[in-house]
């Protein structure tokens, strides 16, 4: 297999690569590399390499649909393909991959225009953890002359909240960071939340950053609109088979370097929040009760099904 | 005025001693240590040292009702004395100081008694931050026989879980340790939670450490019973009279060091559970329903409201 | 029967005279006019007149308890007492009633300085109907130095909002009238909710101006304080014993005067507010659960369940 | 422009014209006689006097969205044909008209055919302000045989619900009117809430006039069904992409014409009922969840995502 | 120990004596036949013999406070005083039984006077399981001349909805009879829920017959008002000191006769009711909120504190 | 008609067949069995006698979509060929009924196997009643070597969770049994509750045997999932049309067979679980919010809507 695609997988697994976009991104590129370096001499022979590509790739990290996604239609745009010559093969790997990567960028520049229009003068957004689709969508409200200002968590134990909290400086937009137990406090100077995704189950719940389950409720205790901003395709297909999304646990040392050694700590890096918190997913199809979200993807992107 | 007093002050207000228990001892000890070195020649010159010296320990730390009724009770037996002797005045001080400190054990003592017949063998206990009350019941119901385990969280921003859990291990009580933000995720194996208190309100409210409110919502949420342990001096008579218990807000340098210069950053130490989600508080008197408090406080501790 | 007590009677039956605090005091007058005017010879007799008297007052209008304690507690001020002189027992109602006056003068008072304590400034407070004790305590604020802004609604049928919104005016205080309706709405602005109240039930449920519950459940609903602001006296000795507050059913006229001749137009005047959604009382004794309403009695005015 | 449009633009606005039906009804009216009365030359000439046309008539309210559908669709149905004879286009305004109009009444029809088979024998049905497809729903009810009775609230400010009193006596049925803060007394009494919509928004929130909101929240407290009966058309598009749904805010006047000066008057004509409390809007398509909404307008409607 | 004892505790266990009242009047009559048939020459013994009796009677069933308090309380008459001579002794308890039934027999009349007021006509009261002191409420309401119907649930496993529906009915109350499971489906058709009471614990929680919770979370859900009849000794003062209120688990047979070997059935006679739930509890003292029934006991039984 | 339809309709009448599966299959059975002992000599006659076929199995029994989809179709599969032949009709039936057996089979086996994934080792299954796709899924589970238990209860009035008991002992589930009414004390206890459905309507409720609503509401206070499984078939396409899902009424002969004859006794047989307690519907397209439900049936079965 190519180096990228094991260089890649690694970088995944350590969490280098962060953010479902992201790992997506590294994924397909990696396949790309891989297309490219290919010493295959048939179709047959093309087509393992993928599926062993897709096989290292899938295992890198738990609760990724998008990049899975991503994988699959590339893959099954190569076996869809009649053709037998390799260099056609990896000539489709590539225009996917690029089809792939524009629709991606072009949903994300969609949502941020819808997204952008919740936004109201004097508002004060709340977040939680780094989503890069949610702070392209801050951006795209402050470009739209928006006056507003976020608070958002630390996001224990990998602070990225802290990112959050610098893009948005960046921005000029007024940011006020706290700790992640402090939100009850703060909700009820928020006026909306605003989220993103890691993935989205056939129930329409929402899989993200560990404490999104507990934000949300807090919403929904103070009567604050709840927002999820995410990509169609972060919604994964096996959940409607039955599988639960898997919540990946990490290393007790994010959490404490030097605990005593009986100490049990438990790291889980998702969590899951309830549909009926969720007033509404901001995708690249519109504003969506997350109730109808398998019924959206069967009219938008039906190949998932398959 | 005895520097016991200002050094005393000064540790508190620099965080040094920490838990409302061992501040309202330190107060004690500072009061006594004060009656002790008092060049005062006359009751009336001792009574304006003591006033001081109240006035000091009470600009050192808001929300801090057990040492403010700690430090009430021993000037006003002083007052109450006809006594003019200095010398006597100071004993005084220093009985009061013995019977205030005596009865407090007493009731850390009855608390642990009565809190260690809630935990039955093989539940799971769910605790946030650290209270000396909390682990001394834990160290009881240990000691009673109960086989059970703890999970707790890490209590940003300054780790105080990890206190908790080191004594915790010290009593060989099996113990899983958290982020804070995944209290929800866990709150489901939990069947019991107990949480200690900085001071209780006339409505029955109680201020404790930031993310208490949340852990209440949550075993709310996942019908857990949750009870707050806590001596009932840590009642504040000026809430009846309409006071907010005031929140204190502590230096964002607890929260990141390193901070961008434009970065808000707020860090209150407590927050506010409401008496909705307390199904008990368990103090000196018995396990008693938070909405009552007041009346106890009147059969109990009626100096208070004078 | 002296024509003072039926006049005032008439008055109150009317709607001439409105609000606990008014019917009681003009109840109080009643009886002194009687007893200065009495031409009672025996104590017998004398006593045969306020009997009479209080149960022409009674009859007036239900749901006054404040009334009802305040003539209870006079003419059971003249049967303790010995005496068998009627300018004696005519003293002894006016004392009597001078002592309940300034009793009552001196909780309004006291419920405006704890009451004006919960007013932080840049507050926005949301009222409900006018009650003299609310725009008593927001007037103490005012004077308190504090800076915030009022809410009212209209409060249909007789639109009590509008002499609320007039008498804040009057103290310069920014005020914003909605249609009763709109109170949800507008809940979301708002910081605090007082209201006042006409009785109090030994379940510590408020019986209030009809729409009270509502705006409670709506300030629930947005995780918003509810006070009610009340003299403990209308507490309601009857609810004990398990009478049920009467609801009084005011004219179709205040409706509508001109109405299709076979519509059913009904008109409760108050409704009632669980305790549930009520934070504390705010009363001469401080800020109380709801639910210790009767216990507070007990220690206060014992006499109102003898 | 034709006067036509001037003068219904004129009357929406000063709600001489009301409910969304009359309204969007007025306005076709309007877009005909603008069609008939055109001098316009060319097909160019006639299709920038629509544009006027539906710029004005877009501009005389906003929350009208089964107006500005209709509006919509008819000028689609110009822009579609290749003709360019003017006369033929005013034809096609016409036959669009007429389609426009016919099904808008056969689902008024299949809606009250619907909603009949709700109400059963002995039902108490509440409703709030006035909704000519609500009355009609009752309507039939009432010929189906069913035997019912309403409560209705008065609907301030300008009692819309006299004018549903009014039309429910004269179909002979029981009717109770009552203020609107009465709604949570007589809650109890109900069986069944039925009210109309204004709007229905892309995550299936309904906007409809002031109140409806609490009316729901009441009804979900005392779990009674609550259903909102509306053509689909009232769905507005430009909430699939993030736009907040206008709520319009109207004169001062309508709440308290001779009002202080100083008073700050807010009078939202609308409100936002949220999907978890609609049990179903009942429509031509049949009962359907809100939360489907979009995914029904998909199959129904799929022009008006165009 | 005198074998009316061992055969009232031998009653009590197989559930021959149900009924908290009906076990403590046995208990009672139990310590009098012990004390008249007592060989004991002194004191000692016989003061020993009633302490045997104690263990007997209490160690016959959980759950048994009414019990538990007399048994208490006579013996404690005994201690009290200061007689040496055993007939005096003798004498003592029957003149303390006597009381105390007497006392018992008063509470029960006076809760029915109080519970009838809440009894309007046409009213529909639902219950569950049997109640003496339910019954004679509602039979006091008949002799009170209200009208009104009820509804009681069958009460598996032994079905003592029916002996309330035969007193019922006897009463010539209409009386309806439904499976327990659709309790949900018929709380919509009632106007207020009335159920017993076997224990109250210090933080104002019922423990009654399995499925009371179920009831109280139904009421709550339908926002029908929950109350609970008890006379105010079911207080269990060891609950003050932390002890669980013990739930008696009875006989699989009760369930299923002929049960498959390997099933496992379980039976817990009680259930514990979250004083939430509870609008009021109606005692001898009135209409109390559940959440001061250790204050009530305070100042009503406080020698059950000692 | 042929005797096999009127046999198979007092079957279905008397309960002697019982659950939507198998009364769907006996349906289908008299079907075939009309067409083969037919002796219509036309298409018309043919057609006629399927029609009084369909008459009679729909009298049987209220609440029976599964068996009414079923019927419905094979005969829409008759009438929509054109042939004229009896005997090709008769194969025709023939062919329809086994293909919706094959398909409700798969079905069934599609159910189990998604189903199945929800289990994981060492949980504790809840259920209510009998249903024989839940006992398929928990047998797929426990071959799919998932070790799990299960609660079930005893399902008055006519003990079908005996039957379920029976069948997961067989399975070697380790099964323990409760009285309906002690399900709130044994939720606690539960991880997933699994329960079957009788209907599903257009708002996404589910129809069920008595008592599940109260399981849903259970489930739901302790924030445990809720899920049922069903076929889709067993959608009713009439609730779409505004008809009320028809609960049967059953003979109080199964709740008291010599109850007093005064005694009125209601036995519904089934109840409404709203879709807001439904976690997930588990049907043969997947895991699926019930709000969607429509428009899954829109692009599975569009034929139920014609």
């Keep these: 297999m190519a180096k990228a695609v094991r260089v890649t997988a690694d970088r995944i697994r350590k969490l280098e690569v962060q953010g479902a976009r ?69 000539k489709r790997v590539s225009t996917s991959s690029s089809q792939f990567l524009k629709n991606l960028e072009a949903s994300k520049e969609r949502i941020a225009e819808i997204g952008s229009k919740r936004i109201l003068n004097n508002m004060v957004v709340f977040t939680h953890c780094h989503s890069s689709t949610v702070t392209h969508l801050l951006s795209k409200a402050k470009k739209d002359g928006k006056t507003f200002e976020v608070i958002c968590t ?46 989205i189950t056939s129930e329409g719940n929402v899989i993200n950053k560990i404490g999104t389950g507990t934000i949300a409720l807090l919403a929904n205790e103070a009567r604050k609109p709840f927002y999820v901003v995410s990509e169609l395709l972060k919604f994964d297909p096996a959940t409607v088979c039955g599988d639960y999304e898997q919540i990946e646990e990490r290393s007790p040392d994010e959490i404490w370097k030097d605990a005593p ?46």
Tied chains: 1, 2, 3, 4, 5, 6.
């Excluded at 690249?284 to 109808?292: D, F, Q, T």
Aim: glycine share 4%; with cysteine; charged share 30%.
């Design 154 to 199: 630390e996001t224990r134990p990998v602070f990225q909240g802290r990112i959050t909290a610098k893009e948005l400086l960046a921005l000029d937009v007024k940011t006020t960071l706290i700790v992640d137990s402090a939100a009850r406090s703060f909700m009820r100077n928020a006026d909306l939340v605003i989220v993103g995704a890691d993935a």
């Design 22 to 90: 992201n790992v997506a991104i590294a994924a397909i590129k990696a396949l790309e590399a891989l297309a490219e370096e290919s010493s295959a001499k048939t179709r047959k022979e093309f087509t393992k390499e993928l599926k062993e590509a897709q096989a290292t790739l899938f295992a890198s990290r738990a609760t990724e649909p998008l990049m899975r996604n991503a994988v699959r239609w590339i893959i099954s745009q190569v076996e869809k393909s009649g053709e037998e010559k390799v260099a056609t093969l990896t």
């Design 261 to 306: 050694e009986k100490l049990v700590i438990r790291n889980p890096a998702f969590d899951v929040t309830r549909r009926d918190f969720i007033h509404g997913v901001i995708c690249e199809e519109g504003i969506i009760p997350p109730h109808s979200i398998k019924e959206v993807m069967h009219h938008k992107y039906s190949w998932i099904f398959e």
